[in-house]
Nanobody, 121 residues
Framework: QVQVAESGGGLVQPGGSLRLSCVVSGNIFSISYMGWHRQAPGQRRELVATFISDGITNYADSVKGRFTISRDNGKNTVYLEMNSLKPEDTAVYFC???????????????WGQGTQVTVSS
C-alpha cells in the first residue's frame, strides 16, 4: 500500500511564507508524478503545482512567481515553498502522487488527507 502524508500548513499573515512537505511511503516501485492541489471552501479542487516530468514543472497562473515546487527523490518527498501569501491562497492543500507499487507494480493515483493553510491578518 502507498501512504501520502502532508505537513507544514498553518496560519500566516499576508505576505508571509510557508513550506509544505509531502512524504510518500509504502511498497513503492517508482513514482511517476508528484504535485499539489488545493481546495478552498465552496470551491473545486484545483492544481497548484506539479512535476509533469523529471525536472519540468507546471504551475497555476495564480501562484507563478510566488510558489516553488521541489522534490527529493531519495526521500520520496515533494515540497511546496509558498511566498508572498495572499488571503486567496487560503485552502486545504493536498498532495497527489502517481506511483507503481506492490508485488505486481500496479499503478495508482494517491491523495493525502490535506493540510490547512490560512492566510489572514
Amino acid at each position: 500500500q502507498v501512504q501520502v502524508a502532508e505537513s507544514g500548513g498553518g496560519l500566516v499573515q499576508p505576505g508571509g511564507s510557508l513550506r509544505l512537505s509531502c512524504v510518500v511511503s509504502g511498497n513503492i516501485f517508482s513514482i511517476s508524478y508528484m504535485g499539489w492541489h488545493r481546495q478552498a471552501p465552496g470551491q473545486r479542487r484545483e492544481l497548484v503545482a506539479t512535476f509533469i516530468s523529471d525536472g519540468i514543472t507546471n504551475y497555476a497562473d495564480s501562484v507563478k512567481g510566488r510558489f516553488t515546487i521541489s522534490r527529493d527523490n531519495g526521500k520520496n518527498t515533494v515540497y511546496l515553498e509558498m511566498n508572498s501569501l495572499k488571503p486567496e491562497d487560503t485552502a486545504v492543500y493536498f498532495c497527489n502522487v502517481g506511483a507503481y507499487s506492490g508485488s505486481y507494480q500496479r499503478f495508482g493515483n494517491y491523495w493525502g488527507q490535506g493540510t490547512q493553510v490560512t492566510v489572514s491578518s
